[in-house]
Nanobody, 125 residues
Framework: QVQLVESGGGLVQAGGSLRLSCAAS????????MGWFRQVPDGERDWIAT????????YYADSVEGRFTISRDNAKNTVYLQMNSLKPEDTAVYYC??????????????????WGQGTQVTVSS
């Protein structure tokens, strides 16, 4: 199983940007679809983005489309989430995820093989 560790979270003003990183170890992420989810207190873990094995194709939830960009560097075994034009409603714990199903299935948390520990993102108004 691949181990994942997120970093880059923090406090930012509305309209600002943050870049999250997810460093993997134990196995190469080249064999995994990679994604990001987020969760608010007492809320469900919601899918926000997936990137294909090669990085050529990415998928986004409507709530972040056009503002967030997911990318991967298989040589560095790292996945990124660039978040621009942040809004207070983006405040959540962000989780990196690895799976080996397909892009559609990756939207379901039950299909995820490995999770990171999460990193807090707080957007102030």
């Amino acid at each position: 199983q691949v181990q994942l560790v997120e970093s880059g979270g923090g406090l930012v003003q509305a309209g600002g940007s943050l870049r999250l990183s997810c460093a993997a170890s134990g196995r190469t992420i080249a064999n995994y679809l990679m994604g990001w989810f987020r969760q608010v207190p007492d809320g469900e873990r919601d899918w926000i983005a997936t990137v294909s094995w090669s990085g050529a194709t990415s998928y986004y939830a409507d709530s972040v489309e056009g503002r967030f960009t997911i990318s991967r560097d298989n040589a560095k075994n790292t996945v990124y989430l660039q978040m621009n034009s942040l809004k207070p409603e983006d405040t959540a714990v962000y989780y990196c995820a690895a799976g080996r199903t397909n892009a559609k299935a990756m939207r379901n948390p039950d299909s995820i093989e490995s999770w990171g520990q999460g990193t807090q993102v707080t957007v102030s108004s």
